[in-house]
Every structure is written in structure tokens, then in C-alpha cells.
């Protein structure tokens, strides 16, 4: 079974940073694209950033010059490091990766953390 475990969330004042990890554990080949998504109360989960196996990125328009997606792929983490936070950045943060199975097979699955609140707030 492979298990995404998210830390470092947690309050902040706006304006402040914080980082987030995502340590992958299980039985995989291969990670392959990770990303982070965010939910906010009433709203629909929407995607933050990606990074792809060789280090592609990609963000939404809200997060840019902000926020910086990484992964160290010798220890099977990915991050999101988030400067100049702001009240409408509070959300539940996921990670998401698609990690390939076997080495025969390769099926490619993807998994998702259980979250960690992000709280933005003066």
C-alpha cells in the first residue's frame, strides 16, 4: 500500500510563510507527476502546482511568484514552499503524486494525502 503523509501546515499571519512536505511510503517503482491541490470551505478542490519526474513545474495564476513546488526524489518527498500567504490562500492542502507499480506491469496509480490545514489570519 503506498501512503502520502502531508505535514507542516498550520497558522500563519498573512504574509507570513510556511512549507509543506509530502513524504511518500509503500512498495512503488517510481514517482512519477506530483501535485498539491487546495480546498477551501464551499468550494471546489482546485489544483495549486505540478511537478513532473523531471522537474517540470506548472501553477495556477493565483499562487505564482509565490509559491514553489520541488520534490527530492531520493527521499521520495515533495514540497511546496509558500511566501507572501494571504487570507484567501487558507485551505485544506492535498498532496497528490501517480506513482508506477512493478517494473513489468507498470501500472500507474495515483494516490492522495490526507490533508493539512492551512489558516491565513491576523
Known amino acids: 500500500q503506498v501512503q502520502l503523509v502531508e505535514s507542516g501546515g498550520g497558522l500563519v499571519q498573512p504574509g507570513g510563510s510556511l512549507t509543506l512536505s509530502c513524504a511518500a511510503s509503500?512498495?512503488?517503482?517510481?514517482?512519477?507527476?506530483m501535485g498539491w491541490y487546495r480546498q477551501a470551505p464551499g468550494k471546489q478542490r482546485e489544483l495549486v502546482a505540478t511537478?513532473?519526474?523531471?522537474?517540470?513545474?506548472a501553477y495556477a495564476e493565483s499562487v505564482k511568484g509565490r509559491f514553489t513546488i520541488s520534490r527530492d526524489n531520493a527521499k521520495n518527498t515533495g514540497y511546496l514552499q509558500m511566501n507572501s500567504l494571504k487570507p484567501e490562500d487558507t485551505a485544506v492542502y492535498y498532496c497528490?503524486?501517480?506513482?508506477?507499480?512493478?517494473?513489468?506491469?507498470?501500472?500507474?496509480?495515483?494516490?492522495w494525502g490526507q490533508g493539512t490545514q492551512v489558516t491565513v489570519s491576523s
Open positions: 509503500g512498495t512503488f517503482f517510481s514517482i512519477n507527476i
Open positions: 511537478i513532473t519526474s523531471d522537474g517540470s513545474t
Open positions: 497528490n503524486a501517480e506513482v508506477t507499480l512493478g517494473t513489468i506491469l507498470r501500472r500507474r496509480i495515483a494516490y
